[in-house]
């Protein structure tokens, strides 16, 4: 087997381990140093296809909000994902709703 091979190997089961939060990272890591190879930074999806909306407009339903009142919300049901990135999906959530809510700086469901 190549070096390279087991390499991307150990490497797809380092994200899969972070990505399902299983056991065995340390072990998975230290065998990578041993190799010499870098390790990647690991992203970890948002939201499926559609949740990010759902949430959204779970939000606004308890009333009007701010963009950062929302990336707050959400926040709070995904913590592990960092905020920096919530307020991008959030934007793109606000955009695909267009229609069904409304606002600028205070968002609303729409009549």
């Known amino acids: 087997m190549q ?4 390499n991307n190997a150990l490497l797809a089961l380092r994200k899969q381990i972070i990505r399902e939060g299983g056991d065995g990272l340390d072990h998975v890591e230290a065998l990578l140093a041993m190799r010499g190879v870098d390790m990647p930074r690991v992203l970890i999806a948002t939201a499926r296809r559609g949740e990010m909306g759902r949430m959204v407009l779970d939000a606004l339903r308890d009333g009007p909000k701010t963009r950062a009142q929302l ?41």
């Open 71 to 111: 990336v707050e919300y959400i926040g709070a049901l995904r913590p592990d994902v960092p905020t920096d990135r919530l307020y991008w999906r959030v934007d793109g959530a606000l955009s695909k709703l267009r229609g069904k809510i409304e606002g600028g700086p205070v968002w609303r469901l729409t009549p």
């Open 3 to 6: 070096d390279k091979t087991i």
